[in-house]
């Protein structure tokens, strides 16, 4: 079993929003390759984090509780059924230490390409 994605939803740190703008991610379809836990020391505790990893990307995605929840509420809490799975990036704007600013969210797409079959992006 993959890691339950109910344990995450504390999580509040997502990656920064320039590098899907700079990379033209946005919108673009991205294979789930795999799901980890990654560690990001914060004063005198260790924040656990889901981070995605794309089959077209050297770079992870780490996952706040949005994107978590989106996530679990399309392809499960089991997070070792999210691998084999496409999903789309796109940003938004939200609130963050008083300021608003550019955030990445999620969006799984409704209809899955079938197995072996590469994602094209629409």
Known sequence: MGFDANEYLGSSQSLNAQMVKEKGLVGKNLLIADVTEEKYPKEDKVDIKLALHFAELDRLLVLN??????????????????????????????????????????????????????????
């Open 65 to 122: 509780k949005t994107n978590v929840s989106i996530l679990r509420d399309k392809f499960g809490s089991d997070t070792d059924s999210w691998g084999g799975k496409v999903i789309q990036l796109f940003l938004t704007k939200v609130m963050y230490n008083k300021e608003l600013v550019d955030s990445i969210q999620v969006n799984p797409l409704d209809e899955q390409p079938k197995k072996g079959a590469l994602p094209s992006s629409g």
